[in-house]
């Protein structure tokens, strides 16, 4: 069969395929050397990265971006070196790879051992950042996988440049540079050519704003693994400690707010609420928490404005909270039913009865009682660096880290046996 | 919000997440006991299922079906008794629920608990055996799951009295009626409907031929996992021992050749065939094997047609094999990587390093040395029932059981921490 390949996208995908063999069977002792390789000539070559860098930046000056955007967007030497510090930190994690998970012996004699390998080739689509490019690749070489990285158009200069200093490094290394590939066009058919190619790329990992995130999920029939929307809610209960539920909140609210585990809704017990007001709007006002309200909570919260549907179902990521009042743990629930997106949610109460119910019917990947939603991230909770936050149940749910980028292999060794 | 319901398949799928709630606190006792209950029952009621299943019977007759697809679908007393006999094992086997997988302390005292969780809602879409209707809910059920059914429109009376039966059954149970949902729609377009689902199902699980599980994977925006089609190969290497690789050719093409695990193509080492051919040609001979070969598998043995693109890519499961002869393990493996299925592939050598190479290089869920693929097969393994044979790579890969249908819930536990 002569097989027809259809682009240089289909191409590149077909290369990474092939050197993903040669990685599978690398040690973790050469992987860990290619890893520090990478560093090093990251550190050594961090010029050429930031002129590059300066390209982007120009260009988003041009098309007015806006100054948060900028700040993901820019480089400067030690960012560059914090990429090479990430990749040294990857080269000291557990290599999951090789692991035999489990082993037994049938009656028949037949040996059957559970063996934990790589997935072959990972599809990483993601928007600005360019530390995406060098995390995703240790992460994923790490693990014994080829990686194909698709980033956003605004950062194309800076990838282009971080992926040609990434494979002039692995020249002189044992995994071919062909395990990295980078989809150079910024056209949305290259990535839409990503989608679909299940021949050759075993998972799809999308990392962006939820827009990028469904078009993915939605479009993809290669297997996806589903990161990092958080529409975060804390429930305050009946029962809650002011100053924990205080203290919770603000931080959940503006330690950042940009990020997947802040929070963005506050559910109060109307209760609490009648009681504790005083201090509630003291503590808003002090750190600047905008509110918008349901009827009740704009009643009592002075400056709150009426929230829509807008409101209760998307991240702010601002200093912006919308706030709900219930009568119930159950209610509570009911709404994050509805509008929680599966990634953090906290309750803050004494009640261990609330605890309870709200642990066996939240249906999300962390459930917090009487600690901030900040918590849910790889390096907070000790599992090193991550390729995202899972917030489907299949296969990963919460931080990934490399575990999360491998399978097993059933390997059964035998002398004739048949059935 | 109000939500708009837009068919009585969305209503069902919207019933089973709520009793799915229900479900996932139950003791494993409580489900249990729901499963005798449900034994208990069809065999009491095994004349009503009958008499649908003749209904059935009788519209296949008149279809004029072929006999191995009506043997299929036919049910007897014996096979009622066998479905109750499923659901008492199943109440044997261990429940994954509940598991603490893991349990750390962070240096700020937060308690970090990693949970198994059911996955909450499964749709089960299928094709004529029934008792995949009796099968799939009890595994759904003991894992904690409510499940949305739906069969083939051939078993349709068969299935539906089938739910009937459990429905009455669970009327005096813990487990509500809602959590076992039955389309009894034989619309295509109530099919699809499921595919899209993503707010009430979790998981999609297609058991059928390649037509219906490509349907699913290419459509399905709900997560998915895919089962079962097996391509298999045995490759009889240069260095194969010829008893062993004839008792393991016969078994794996004869012994069931309509399952998944069935061979469906002989590579063997041109080197091996030329000492042995004699022997292959009266074993393929004896056991009514029909050949279709490549230019020299035809050229050596008598009667063997030239194999077509066709038969390298599908499963026969018949008397049918395909033979493509190579000259080393390397062009085996690159004949599997272009028409495998990722499902079941065996090599027969007494070379330690042929083997390496192919445990290596081979990517499929279960793998053999000098062994029948054959032993891909829950039951077979020790498992236990499977809920089928993921070929994917991501969740699940190799027989299902339980813990395929289960997923994880971090559970945090502090006293006020924040980041």
């Given at each position: 069969m002569t097989v027809a390949v259809k682009s240089r996208v289909e191409e590149q995908a077909i290369e990474a395929k092939k050197a993903a063999k040669t990685l599978a069977i690398l040690s973790t002792e050469e992987k860990n050397q290619v890893l520090h390789v990478l560093a090093d000539t990251l550190e050594e070559k961090f010029e050429t990265i930031l002129s590059a860098n300066h390209k982007d930046l120009q260009a988003g000056r041009e098309k007015g971006y806006e100054e948060a955007f900028m700040d993901r967007l820019a480089l400067t030497k030690e960012r560059v070196y914090d990429f090479a510090k990430g990749l040294r930190e990857v080269a000291e994690l557990e290599d999951?790879?090789?692991?035999?998970?489990s082993n037994w012996t049938l009656d028949n004699g037949l040996d059957v051992k559970q063996v934990r390998v790589p997935l072959g080739v990972i599809g990483m689509i993601y928007e600005a950042r360019p530390n995406v490019t060098v995390d995703a690749t240790g992460l994923a070489l790490k693990s014994g996988n080829a990686i194909v990285l698709k980033g956003g158009s605004s950062a194309i200069n800076s990838n282009k440049a971080i992926v040609d200093v990434m494979h002039e490094a692995l020249e002189?290394?044992?995994?071919?540079?062909?395990?990295v590939q980078f989809i150079?066009?910024?056209?949305r058919a290259a990535t839409q050519e990503l989608f679909t190619m299940k021949e050759h790329i075993d998972v799809l990992i999308p990392r962006g704003g939820g827009s990028l995130i469904n078009a993915v999920v939605n479009n993809a029939t290669v297997p996806v693994l589903e990161t990092g929307v958080g529409n975060c809610h804390i429930y305050v209960d009946v029962d809650a400690d002011v100053e924990k539920a205080l203290n919770i909140l603000v931080n959940a609210k503006?330690?950042?707010?940009?990020?997947?585990?802040?929070?963005e809704t506050l559910i109060v017990h109307k209760n609490w609420l009648a009681k504790h007001k005083d201090a509630l709007i003291e503590t808003l006002k002090q750190n600047n928490i905008a509110v918008h309200g349901d009827e009740e909570a704009v009643r009592v919260i002075p400056g709150a404005v009426l929230a829509d549907e807008d409101d209760w179902a998307?991240?702010?990521?601002?200093l912006d909270i919308a706030v709900k009042v219930v009568d119930s743990v159950e209610a509570a629930i009911a709404h994050i039913d509805q509008?929680?997106?599966?990634?953090s949610e906290a309750i803050v109460t004494e009640d261990a009865q609330a605890v309870t119910t709200f642990m066996n019917l939240v249906d999300a990947a962390a459930l917090y009682h009487n600690?901030?939603?900040?918590?849910?991230d790889g390096g907070a909770l000790g599992f090193?660096?991550?390729i995202g936050i899972s917030t489907?149940?299949?296969h990963a749910r919460g931080p990934m880290g490399l575990p999360a980028l491998t399978t097993i292999k059933y390997i059964m060794s035998g002398n004739g046996q048949v059935r």
């Open positions: 999951p790879t090789g692991d035999v998970l002189d290394t044992k995994i071919p540079k062909q395990a150079a066009s910024t056209d503006t330690d950042r707010p940009a990020v997947c585990n802040a929070a998307n991240e702010y990521l601002s509008y929680g997106t599966k990634h600690a901030s939603t900040r918590f849910t090193g660096a991550e489907q149940k299949l």
